[in-house]
């Protein structure tokens, strides 16, 4: 018995000096596995914990009966917000557009990036938005001098409650001095990039029951014509596949969209992590804890940074998105569809990866005469147009040399093996590429199926490096 007494008051003490070394290790896993959990209370005591982590004074008791309420990730904030122009949405939109800005020492592009997105959206577009304008400065002077000015220039916007201009008073917000300096950044800088992570955050927990999704912008951004018709585009020939992250810009915080029912988690993930590292930084992390490993970027990018002048000390920004196009573009609708082939692929390079507008593509080994890769719609579909790129300007001789593209019809087979029993031969490719328009007057039949076949066997490997499908019934939206 006293042994047993004694090996106990031996564990009590090992779990005391242990705790204090190991509490912060464990705080942050424990924080990274929780953003899978949803439960359904409204997060309590953030504004405390975030303030004692900011200055280093952690009290462990209360950090861990604290973190028992943390589990609600999927929660909103519980801040107040001031309408500064607009009132509450009547209905829910598809798709918010998020800005947040703030008084800059030179140069001002907020109200042309607001007209930008208008003018580049049709009437039938504009009945699907919503716009939310943060300005989350400090200076009251400046605050009400740019809902002066956006309430005169867009009025008929505010009115039709697509547009909302909102601002979170300073009580809200954590500590901002003596913040941690990583990455040996000046400490106006860490101010600086902790106050926009906590901006950002607020304005996610604004936005996040408005729309069934949600693009982050910046304030100094011009918008490609039909935007948002190419992001519905996009989003449905994603159907069926995990994402949490779309890109739409390959800069900063520009053209980032998401699900709207992931924003209070991405809140709460800025707010816990503000002063560590620049929000594009810790975005990255957010998409890898939610299991999405690589970027899903897509080209052409349908929004360009405009500004000169950055939003931190005026400093010169003339950074340009070169994949930008402003002029409408014809993105190609991509039905869904299960994509497999016979060709010996090499490494991750799969089917999947050419039948997208991402920067990527399907790469397989030498292929032989007969090989295939094909594609079976998840329901028959009229197609317009078709067009086909093998190669890229790295390995120009891994096109199809000899090949032809065919359509089908009649589907037989089980759902993992289903194929066409009849079909259609469109045409050859040329120079490893393929182009055909007015399908629908050549093709008398719904199309299930099509295919790439290859007609005589080449010592080079294949690369697809895009498939592009016009329908002329796109998907519902």
């Not at 999927?74 to 509450?88: C, D, E």
Request: aromatic share 12%; net charge neutral; glycine share 6%.
């Amino acid at each position: 018995m006293r042994n047993n007494l004694k090996y106990f008051d031996k564990m009590r003490c090992l779990r005391k000096r242990s705790a204090v070394s190991f509490l912060g290790v464990l705080v942050i896993c424990l924080l990274f596995m929780n953003l899978y959990i949803e439960d359904g209370y409204v997060l309590e005591g953030d504004k405390q914990l975030i303030r004692e982590t900011a200055t280093h004074q952690l009290n462990p008791e209360r950090y861990v009966h604290t973190f028992k309420d943390l589990s609600n990730f999927s929660g909103s904030i519980n801040i107040s917000y001031r309408y500064l122009a607009g009132t509450p949405l009547p209905r829910k939109r598809y798709l918010t557009i998020g800005l947040s800005s703030v008084k800059r020492k030179k140069g001002n592009y907020l109200l042309e990036t607001i007209k930008s997105i208008f003018e580049q959206s049709s009437y039938e577009e504009l009945k699907e938005i919503a716009v939310v304008v943060q300005l989350a400065d400090f200076d009251s002077a400046w605050c009400e001098g740019m809902v002066q000015d956006i309430s005169q220039k867009f009025a008929h916007h505010v009115i039709a409650g697509r547009l909302i201009v909102i601002h979170v008073p300073e009580e809200y917000y954590p500590v901002l001095d003596g913040l941690k300096r990583n990455y040996n950044d000046p400490e106006d800088r860490v101010k600086f990039r902790s106050k926009q992570n906590v901006d950002y955050a607020f304005l996610l927990n604004f936005c996040a029951n408005l729309s069934n999704y949600y693009v982050m912008l910046e304030d100094d951004v011009r918008c490609s014509k039909n935007f948002l018709t190419a992001v519905k585009k996009v989003i449905t020939s994603r159907e069926g596949s995990y994402w949490v992250t779309l890109e739409f810009s390959k800069l900063g915080y520009i053209g980032k969209l998401y699900h709207s029912h992931d924003l209070p988690r991405l809140a709460h993930f800025l707010l816990m992590f503000y002063q560590e590292m620049p929000c594009d930084w810790l975005l990255i992390h957010f998409r890898g804890l939610l299991a999405q490993k690589e970027v899903i970027r897509f080209k052409p990018s349908l929004f360009q940074h405009m500004g000169y002048y950055s939003s931190y000390k005026g400093a010169e920004n003339k950074l340009k998105d070169d994949d930008f196009e402003e002029e409408s573009f014809d993105i190609p609708d991509n039905p869904p569809a299960n994509l497999h082939t016979n060709m010996n692929v090499f490494e991750n390079y799969e089917a999947s990866k050419a039948y997208s507008s991402t920067d990527e593509y399907f790469w397989g080994k030498a292929p032989s005469t007969g090989d295939f890769y094909g594609i079976v719609f998840e329901k028959p579909i009229k197609i317009t147009k078709i067009k086909v790129v093998t190669g890229t300007e790295d390995r120009q001789n891994d096109i199809l040399h000899h090949g032809a593209l065919e359509v089908g019809e009649k589907i037989v087979g089980s759902k993992k093996g289903r194929q066409c029993t009849t079909y259609l031969r469109l045409g050859e490719f040329k120079n490893g590429n393929f182009e055909i328009t007015d399908v629908e007057h050549k093709v008398l039949f719904d199309i299930n199926c099509m295919r790439i076949l290859v007609t005589k066997s080449q010592k080079e490997w294949l690369i697809i490096r895009s498939i592009s499908i016009w329908t002329s019934q796109p998907p519902n939206q």
